[in-house]
């Protein structure tokens, strides 16, 4: 890894690369170190177990969440151009770093680590609230039809995202993924609006 990017932080990338090409069972402190070019011993310096550093890569995706909401607030964007926002910057954020799509991959699983169940849950819910909110408030200003429940709309937004970036991930990143989630989040918001 690079010399200029901090040792704990290149630990974290080598973790998201390693989870990208292996998946959750290849996922080993070996390996890590091995990407990373540093000792095992060098990895445990910084993070306590494996499960503590698969949390630090929770907290470096969820940190980008925040981001993402400050600068909503920040801009006073109206509701509906802030579910855009979001999405279209999940999938810029997933285009300019492809091997996230496997933190979306394998968050059903680090459900089952009782050491990682509570962040997992807490990224996940925080963004349905999130996203549930912007519906409301879209609902309330008429942006998106009323009668419709704002946490399964919610849902189903996230939802096609994700199987949007699987698919990508899948299709060996054979489309634009900022442009596949556009559209469907247009038609999405479009039928919803009626």
């Keep these: ?9 290149s630990i974290i990338l080598a ?5 990208d090409q292996r ?9 890590i170190a091995n990407r990373a070019g540093i000792s095992e ?3 445990f310096k910084h993070f306590k177990s494996k499960n503590d550093l698969i949390s630090a890569v929770l907290d470096h995706f969820h940190m980008f969440d925040k981001e993402i909401k400050e600068t909503i607030e920040m801009k006073e964007i109206n509701p509906r ?3 855009v926002f979001i999405i279209s910057s999940y999938a810029s954020y997933l285009e300019s770093y492809p ?3 496997a933190l979306n991959e394998i968050m059903n699983e680090l459900t089952y680590e009782p050491e990682l169940a509570d962040k997992v849950m807490e990224l996940y819910i925080g963004r349905v609230n999130f996203t549930k909110k912007l519906i409301e408030e879209a609902q ?8 419709y429940d704002s946490e399964q709309l919610a849902i ?5 995202y994700k199987e949007i970036s699987l698919n990508w991930r899948f299709q060996n990143r054979g489309f634009l993924l900022s442009e596949e989630i556009t559209k469907t989040l247009d038609s999405l918001l479009t039928a919803f609006s009626h």
């Design 140 to 147: 309330a200003i008429g942006e998106i039809n009323p009668k």
């Design 156 to 160: 189903v937004i996230i939802g096609s």
């Design 81 to 83: 151009e802030a579910i």
């Design 23 to 31: 998946g959750i069972q290849g996922l080993t402190i070996k390996e």
């Design 15 to 19: 973790t998201i690369d390693v989870l």
């Design 41 to 43: 011993g060098a990895i």
């Design 1 to 9: 890894m690079n010399n200029i990017i901090p040792r704990k932080d």
């Design 99 to 101: 091997a996230l799509t």
